[in-house]
T-cell receptor, first 115, second 113 residues
Framework: DTGVSQDPRHKITKRGQNVTFRCDPI?????LYWYRQTLGQGPEFLTY????????KSRLLSDRFSAERPKGSFSTLEIQRTEQGDSAMYLC?????????????FGSGTRLTVV | KQEVTQIPAALSVPEGENLVLNCSFT??????LQWFRQDPGKGLTSLLL?????REQTSGRLNASLDKSSGRSTLYIAASQPGDSATYLC????????????FGRGTSLIVHP
């Protein structure tokens, strides 16, 4: 296991379409986080899971967004009825426990462009 | 809620200079603080992680310090190289409440030959 994997790397979609992203965390990490990053900004928290339980959601996560981690391993982030404002880099991170010893490990991100 | 500020927003230096990037946070009850590097269009690469009980961490030409009382962390880069050009982000996580690290906006660094 070499790190956090995200798929796809890039996604271009038309406004109104649904998109789904996948994140595979480091296998022994029980916590998984989704962030969104727009140009020139730092990553903004969207939601996080401990095992399969979604424990916290940001107000940024509108009802068009849904995230799952059904078996406590990989996670998916779905955006329904995409809007141009959804264009951003979507980053996934994982950690073991409270990230005390090893901190957070991020994936390479999925770049979403809504046209 | 932890709030993180990074100064300067952008920095351009000639190769070989020693430089300091600043990160300020509002909640002194910080659990840990992590510095990341981000190349254009890429994900985040962890550079250094400082626990609340530590004052600094070093890795090669990088040194990060943590001063909880003043709510500041600095990233020191010695003998900068063009390959250091990237955006540097810090993220702090508070001890209580949420387990979520909060990021600053980053410092965009250009090291020119």
């Amino acid at each position: 296991d070499t790190g956090v994997s995200q798929d796809p790397r890039h996604k271009i979609t038309k406004r109104g379409q649904n998109v789904t992203f996948r994140c595979d965390p480091i296998s022994e990490h029980n916590r998984l986080y989704w962030y969104r990053q727009t140009l020139g900004q730092g990553p903004e928290f969207l939601t996080y899971f401990q095992n399969e339980a979604q424990l916290e959601k940001s107000r940024l996560l509108s009802d068009r967004f849904s995230a799952e981690r059904p078996k406590g391993s990989f996670s998916t982030l779905e955006i329904q009825r995409t809007e141009q404002g959804d264009s951003a880099m979507y980053l996934c991170a994982s950690s073991l426990g409270e990230a005390g010893k090893d901190g957070y490990t991020f994936g390479s991100g999925t770049r979403l462009t809504v046209v | 809620k932890q709030e993180v500020t990074q100064i300067p927003a952008a920095l351009s230096v000639p190769e070989g200079e020693n430089l300091v990037l600043n990160c300020s946070f509002t909640d002194s009850a910080i659990y840990n603080l992590q510095w990341f590097r981000q190349d254009p269009g890429k994900g985040l690469t962890s550079l250094l992680l400082i626990q609340s009980s530590q004052r600094e961490q070093t890795s090669g030409r990088l040194n990060a310090s943590l001063d909880k009382s003043s709510g500041r962390s600095t990233l020191y880069i010695a003998a900068s190289q063009p390959g250091d050009s990237a955006t540097y982000l810090c993220a702090g996580r508070s001890s209580g409440g949420s387990y979520i690290p909060t990021f600053g906006r980053g410092t965009s660094l250009i090291v020119h030959p």
